[in-house]
């Protein structure tokens, strides 16, 4: 992947605003974006000159190796946690640095009171937001050949287990066999808790699969993803066994795959996430059915498997190419069901293309 150069633009976005030099990052997930490292306690310091990695004994080793397959220029210090306070303020004595931005986002009010009074006492704190998370909004090569592998898992997966739909089993065992396939085809994890909503419980959009038995006649919503290398997939099909003895639901499951269509349609360069969402939201609205989508259309994927951009009614976000987001309209109706169809996608110059590519089913 194309690490090296991720700092510099970080930099650049720094004297592109109006924060600190400085910055400390705190979030794992934007530490590892950064500088390839995976453990599970560090921060890193992005100064004017110079990127200074702070970990402890368990991860010397690890971030030396990491940091070295990346090929990005930061100095790894390794410190019990009992001292890192007093490191870390010399790491910015050092530097000169007078003011330091910090992720208000992934700091808590109790953290950012102990950098001020112990850590770095002193120095100016200011709060930044989004700075390392709007570079993670394009992926490039690398991050979409993970993407799409962590897709064609799950994708691979669920062809595997579907035929155990047939056989009456729970929402829970279905779900775990669902797991336990994505861990064979190479997946870390799932991506989240797999949902498993059969007849009734497909009306709650994230129901934990439990002990009903799943029936041959009435639509399965299952929303799964499978994690590798670090990054994510999302994928929702509304699948059945025979057929779906309630006719309104049939209707239900026509009107998704018409509202979804015209979504993956919106999805394009320059496009307002908020017209994705109404490409959406206006099928389901005709037929009658606009209180009972719930939730906003889509979200970005990537490292986390909820970034931006956010695809809703009230997203300020446009689209550009080599954002990938989900396409995940529903209709929910309590007491007989849902329908949830959704599909990762990336966009392109002249459009998107899908990374899940399970068939949509039809009545």
């Known amino acids: 992947m194309q690490v090296r150069d991720r700092l510099a633009r970080l930099r650049r976005a720094l004297a592109d605003s109006d924060q600190p030099p400085a910055l400390l990052v705190t979030s794992l997930t934007n530490v590892r974006y950064l500088t390839g490292f995976t453990g599970s306690a560090g921060m890193l ?12 004994g368990r991860y010397g080793e690890q ?20 001292g890192q306070s007093e490191r870390a303020g010399g790491v910015l004595a050092a530097g000169g640095v007078a003011a330091l931005a910090l992720e208000a986002d992934h700091v808590s009010w109790a953290r950012q009171r102990a950098f001020a009074e112990k850590w770095f006492p002193g120095v100016e704190l200011a709060p930044s937001v989004g700075l390392v998370e709007g ?5 490039d090569a690398g991050e979409l050949d993970r993407l799409a592998e962590a897709a064609r898992i799950a994708d691979e997966a669920l062809s595997a287990v579907r035929g155990r739909l047939a056989d009456g089993v729970t929402e829970a065992d279905f779900g775990l066999a669902l797991d336990f396939e994505m ?6 994890a799932p ?27 009435e639509p399965i919503v299952l929303d799964f993803g499978a994690l590798y290398d670090g990054y994510h997939s999302d994928m929702t099909r509304t699948v059945w066994v025979e057929g779906l003895g309630d006719p309104v639901l049939r209707r239900a499951v026509d009107v998704v795959l018409a509202s979804q269509a015209a979504g993956v349609a ?10 994705v969402d109404r490409a959406c ?30 695809l809703s009614a009230v997203s300020t ?30 966009v392109t110059e002249d459009g998107c293309r899908p990374l899940t590519s399970t068939l949509k089913d039809a009545p």
Do not use: M
Request: glycine share 12%; with cysteine; aromatic share 4%.
């Open 45 to 56: 310091f992005v100064l004017p000159e110079e990127a200074v990695l702070l970990t402890d």
């Open 63 to 82: 971030a030396a190796e990491q940091l070295a397959v990346a090929d990005v220029s930061v100095r790894v210090e390794v410190c019990p946690a009992a």
């Open 135 to 139: 570079l993670r909004r394009v992926k």
């Open 183 to 188: 861990r064979g085809l190479g997946a870390t």
């Open 191 to 217: 991506s989240f808790e797999t949902i498993v909503a059969s007849g009734p419980n497909g009306a709650k959009p994230h129901h934990r699969p439990g002990s009903r038995r799943i029936g041959r006649t």
């Open 266 to 275: 919106a999805v394009k360069p320059g496009a307002a996430c908020v017209e």
């Open 281 to 310: 939201r206006s099928v389901i609205a005709d037929a009658g059915w606009a209180d009972n989508f719930v939730h906003g259309t889509g979200h970005g994927v990537g490292l986390d498997i909820h970034e931006a951009p956010s």
């Open 317 to 346: 976000d446009t689209l550009a190419v080599g954002h990938v987001v989900t396409v995940e309209p529903g209709v929910y109706l309590q007491g007989v069901g849902g329908v949830r169809i959704e599909d990762t996608v990336v």
